[in-house]
């Protein structure tokens, strides 16, 4: 459970308490429309590289249903135009924005502040 | 016994509640069964307002006592309970598990328990639930005897079972068959004890039983009827058992199942009514003969009768509940019995009055022998309605039968048509529309038809998934799921919503549409498709349906477009338990040369693989971390290995048996062909998987009528037979034409498949495809054999065209370095996976358990 605590003190409540900005990986390395996951820390945290939308997302990797570090290797898609990954293995749905559970009654899961900058993809933590 | 601090807690007890009393009303739940949590449940969705305090006997919270035996096959304890500790705790439910309550004082209206504490109540709820009735033998006592009701005693079965060879149930009813199926689960030779001539006495009939027991010595259980044990025979441990017809049957250990009795002791100590066979007497409100004591579930009788089943403690939870907080618009008048046998993999269900006890009607029976199925229904005398029957063999019209009973709905003109022949497309469901609102289509959390349509009606709800969240039907035991979803589909085409099979919210076409248009307009990527035909961004229902199409009908390889393919056919490996990847190889028809042998072993020895023989005879080796997938396929290659497709909605495997080359009763060689057959459909994508088998005689070693398509050797040439599944529901191929010659054989499959890839819904098996094409196998044979459409050369030439397509996705990797880019776990660093685990298990790896081990390692 430890690493649920710790993916909450790392995740920050607003642009403001942003006090790492992590140098993940060039933006090329990931594939358009699909995920990777970064290693940070103890952490794993899933980014997603939404190109038909021209966005980008990170969240944890660990899937809360039943703990398995998954989500970066999920499909994305949209449910009414919210952003969302389903994970691999039973299809359990999250929104990419808030990070809350779509289709199920599993915790909310931590999403992350994300940005660009010289081809760069950027992590924000709070620590 | 008592000690001065227990006294002194008791004090302060009183004290602090004396106080709090003002405020709250406590009511106190005795017994933390599956109705006292259930009861929990609702108060607390209920209200706020009270405070509930929990005394439960057993060491851990409620767990599920129907689903007990899915602790044999796996199942850890934590997986069955009703909900964590922790919920109780976040609802403000004081639960004190291994406590049992001793006595209750009703003028003091204080309980007692067996370690001494003492608490009041406001309220007292009985959900003490019942014990395994063991007769009174000579040599119950002895060591190897059992009951099935609590995870104690099934840990103590299991314990016991390591060391010996066969058991013994005590009781040939419901529960003493699933306890059976259980003893055949632990590998020991079963055998059913009945006192009653049949099985199941008070479910079915003589008839029934025999089929049922039939059956039952299939899967290798040993029955006795019409047997009266007289002595449990041994010294210290249990040896067998003496009967009075003067036989003996000699086992190893026994299991008791020979009914019920309620809980009432508690009750029956402290003066409430209690009935002359046992039982907490209660009236309409669920209230005892004491107005502040309630009791619901297994302990209690209602109209003379003690309902051993979950559904009937719910609904007097509810009562109780509705009595407590004043709402009262709900009262216990009883409830039907029907059921339907669980677990032992061999549809039996009873509804109703299933032998015209009650209410003098006509019975109607088909009797279907060879295929082990038999049907009775009761007609009440005029002919117009269901009063009750027996399916075995096949219950799929249960839940129909049950609500065509319950709600006394009108029967058809030749009610003999609802058993005799399989029922028409399109009638289940003008059954449903009969059906009144209140209807309860979902037992276990006793939802109505009506709520489903009010649902869709006033809340717009308009998925499966939707229902299931807001009513919660379907979450229990999940019998229900099909009625339920057809009528959701009724309700929406009855708001004149045209209910067309679409992808999904992304696509508002039927997969069988996408086909055409992704064929004509020449579309060879997702999001052309998606932006030419699609809204919005796509999801994991259609990009993986899409990615199928465009393979089934390009056939280029799909690692062109990782990104929208699941998980499996993105790594091209299945994903498993803990994240690793399983490596299966193709081993066409079974057949292996010893060099082939020796590289696996290499190969899974060198990576620490588990391997494992798998049932479509060939080898899986699981637990390759996802960075070593390219290294291991590069090993595989080199040493003329293919993918096997496991991954893949694609064809699986052609199982073969030996043949006339080595059998003396082939007739053909069926090696040959099942290898030449695997050759040619390797690769081919499909909306499900596709599996096959070529039978060298009719004695069918191969089993290929249970495949979506099945060729079996005769004298003259070959038969083929389509459409067959195992899985959940396993359904006989039919056969098609018989002997054929080896190409007419081959052309008609490749017509029978491509018709399938064109035409079926997405994730649907050929039998289920069959199933609901209209016209059945009869037109099937029409469009495949007779070429009624004249699109059969066209098929052909479809089908050939892929198989020339065919390429190696894994050689593609494996000669491609930017395709094995992704075969990393993180994108920044080289590092691997540090939360895998794996435990030791007979010698190989295996991944740790779901939960509870795996979660102990994040901590
Ligand atoms: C390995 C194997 C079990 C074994 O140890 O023997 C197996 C393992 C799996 N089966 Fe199976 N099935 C295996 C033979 C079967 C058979 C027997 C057979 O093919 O003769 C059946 C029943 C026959 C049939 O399909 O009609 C079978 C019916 C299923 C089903 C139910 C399909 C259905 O129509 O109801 C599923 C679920 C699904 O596909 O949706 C399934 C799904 C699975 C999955 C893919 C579940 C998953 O997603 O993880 C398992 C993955 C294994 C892996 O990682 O490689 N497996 N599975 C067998 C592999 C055969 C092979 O060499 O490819
Ligand atoms: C193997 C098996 C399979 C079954 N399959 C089905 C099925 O398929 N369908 C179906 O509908 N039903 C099935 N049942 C029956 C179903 O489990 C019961 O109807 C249901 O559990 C009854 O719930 P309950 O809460 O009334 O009693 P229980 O679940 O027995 O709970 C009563 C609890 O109260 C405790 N208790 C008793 N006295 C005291 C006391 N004085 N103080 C404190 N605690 C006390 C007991 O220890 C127990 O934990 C099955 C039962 C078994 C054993
Ligand atoms: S899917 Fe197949 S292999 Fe997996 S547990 Fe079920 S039956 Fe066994
Ligand atoms: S582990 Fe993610 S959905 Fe089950």
């Avoid at chain 2, 259980?182 to 049949?198: G, K, S």
């Avoid at chain 2, 979506?708 to 067959?724: H, M, P, Q, R, S």
Wanted: charged share 25%; aromatic share 8%; proline share 3%.
């Amino acid at each position: 459970m430890e690493l649920l605590n710790e993916l909450k003190m790392h995740s920050v409540s607003s642009t403001d308490n942003i006090n790492v900005w992590f140098k993940a990986a060039r933006t090329t390395d990931f594939p358009e429309n699909g995920g990777a996951c970064v290693k940070y820390k103890g952490l794993q945290i899933a980014v997603f590289n939404f190109s038909r939308r021209g966005e980008w997302y990170a969240c944890q990797n660990l899937c809360p249903h039943k703990m398995q570090m998954a989500l970066s290797r999920g499909l994305i898609g949209s449910h009414n135009n919210e952003p969302k990954v389903a994970c691999p293995f039973h299809k359990k749905t999250f929104s990419l924005q808030t990070g809350e559970c779509l289709n199920a009654e599993e915790e909310k899961i931590a999403v992350f502040p994300v940005k660009i900058e010289d081809g760069f993809l950027y992590i924000g933590f709070a620590r | 016994m008592f000690n001065t601090a227990v006294t002194a807690y008791n004090y302060l007890i009183n004290e602090v509640l004396v106080l709090k009393s003002f405020a709250m009303k406590r009511i106190i739940v005795v017994g933390n069964g599956m109705v006292g949590y259930k009861f929990c449940e609702k108060l607390t969705a209920h209200s706020k307002e009270y405070n509930i305090i929990v005394y439960g006997e057993e060491p851990r919270p409620a767990y599920d006592r129907v689903h007990l035996s899915a602790f044999f096959s796996g199942s850890a304890a934590d997986d069955l309970l009703m909900a964590p500790r922790s919920w109780y705790e976040e609802n403000d439910i004081a639960l004190h598990t291994g406590e049992l309550v001793t006595e209750i004082n009703r003028v003091e209206k204080t309980i007692l328990t067996h370690s001494g504490k003492k608490d009041h109540y406001d309220y007292l709820i009985l959900a003490t639930g019942s014990s395994a009735f063991v007769p009174k033998l000579d040599g119950v006592e002895r060591n190897g005897v059992f009951v099935y009701r609590t995870i104690e005693d099934l840990n103590q079965i299991k314990e016991y079972a390591s060391g010996i060879s066969s058991a013994a149930v005590m009781g040939g009813g419901l529960l003493g068959l699933e306890a059976a199926k259980a003893m055949i689960d632990l590998n020991l030779e079963t055998h059913v004890v009945e006192f009653a001539q049949r099985l199941m006495p008070r479910q079915i009939d003589d008839a029934g039983s025999s089929i049922l027991m039939h059956k039952l010595t299939g899967l290798g259980i040993t029955i006795h009827t019409n047997k009266a044990t007289t002595k449990i025979e041994g010294n210290g441990k249990l040896e067998g058992l003496a009967f009075a017809d003067g036989t003996f049957l000699k086992v190893d250990m026994l299991v008791i199942s020979a009914g019920i009795r309620p809980r009432d002791e508690l009750a029956k100590a402290s003066g409430l009514n209690v009935h002359a066979r046992g039982g907490i007497v209660i009236n309409e409100y669920t209230r005892t003969s004491d107005e502040f004591i309630y009791a619901i579930g297994e302990s209690a009788v209602f109209n003379n009768m003690v309902y051993g089943l979950v559904a009937p403690g719910y609904e007097m939870a509810e009562v109780a509940v509705q009595q407590i907080t004043g709402e009262r618009d709900k009262t216990f008048a009883g409830f039907d019995m029907s059921t339907k046998l669980k677990l032992i993999g061999i549809d039996v269900g009873s509804f109703g009055d299933p032998f015209c006890e009650i209410t003098a009607g006509v019975p109607i029976i088909m009797q279907d022998r060879r295929n082990g199925v038999y049907k009775r229904i009761n007609i009440s005398e005029d002919g117009k309605h269901l009063l009750g029957g027996i399916l075995i063999g096949d219950a799929s019209q249960y839940n129909l039968f049950h609500q065509m009973v319950v709600n006394k709905m009108p029967l058809p003109a030749q009610p003999e048509m609802l058993i005799f022949g399989s029922p028409r497309k399109g009638e289940e469901g003008a059954g449903l529309k009969d059906l009144p609102d209140s209807a309860q289509i979902c037992a276990c959390e006793n939802v109505s038809k009506g709520d489903i349509a009010c649902q869709v009606r006033d809340k717009m709800v308009t998925t499966l998934e939707g229902i299931k969240k807001s009513t919660k039907a379907c979450t229990g035991c999940g019998g229900c799921t099909p009625m339920v979803n057809d009528i959701l589909k009724l309700t929406l085409e009855s708001l004149g919503h045209k209910v067309k099979k679409t992808l999904c919210q992304h696509f508002d076409y039927s997969r069988q549409e996408l086909f055409d248009l992704i064929k004509i307009k020449e579309l060879k990527t997702y999001d052309a498709v998606l932006d030419l035909h699609g809204i919005g961004d796509g999801c994991e229902v259609c990009k993986p349906a899409v990615a199928s199409l465009l393979a089934s009908i390009w056939n280029e390889p799909i690692v062109s477009q990782p990104v929208i393919q699941d998980t499996n056919d993105r790594f091209l490996a299945n994903i498993q338990k803990g994240g690793t990847y399983s490596v299966v190889p193709r081993i066409a028809g079974g057949e292996i040369t010893p060099e082939k042998l020796i590289v696996i072993g290499r190969v899974a020895k060198r990576f620490n693989l588990y391997t494992k023989i798998t049932g479509g005879q060939r080898i899986d080796m699981f637990g390759a971390r996802m960075d070593q997938l390219p290294e291991i396929w590069e090993m595989l290659i080199d040493a003329g290995f293919e993918s096997g497709h496991a991954y893949g909605k694609s064809l699986r495997t052609i199982k073969s048996c030996v043949g006339s080359t080595w059998c003396r009763f082939g007739v053909q060689d069926s090696v040959a062909y099942a290898i030449f057959i695997e050759n040619r459909y390797k690769g081919i994508r499909s909306p499900h998987k596709l599996k096959g088998a070529v039978s060298g005689c009719i004695r069918e070693c191969a089993e290929a009528q249970s495949k979506d398509f099945g060729i079996i050797a005769t004298e003259k040439g070959w038969n083929l037979y389509v459409g067959g599944n195992g899985g959940s529901r396993p359904q006989h191929a039919k056969l098609l034409v018989n002997d054929v010659d080896m190409d007419t054989c081959t052309k008609l499959i490749d017509r029978f498949l491509m018709f399938y890839i064109r035409t079926a819904d997405p994730l649907t098996r050929t039998a289920t495809w069959l199933n609901k094409m209209e016209g059945g196998l009869e037109y099937l044979r029409d469009v495949i054999v007779n070429d009624s459409l004249g699109i059969a050369q066209q098929l052909e030439n479809e089908m050939e065209e892929i198989i020339q397509n065919y390429e190696c996705e894994w050689k593609k990797v494996v000669d491609n370095p930017e395709l094995q880019q992704q075969y990393k776990h993180f994108i920044n660093s080289e590092e691997i996976d540090s939360t895998l685990s794996f435990v030791e298990t007979r010698g190989q790896k295996a991944p740790s358990d779901w939960n509870p081990i795996r979660q102990n390692k994040l901590k």
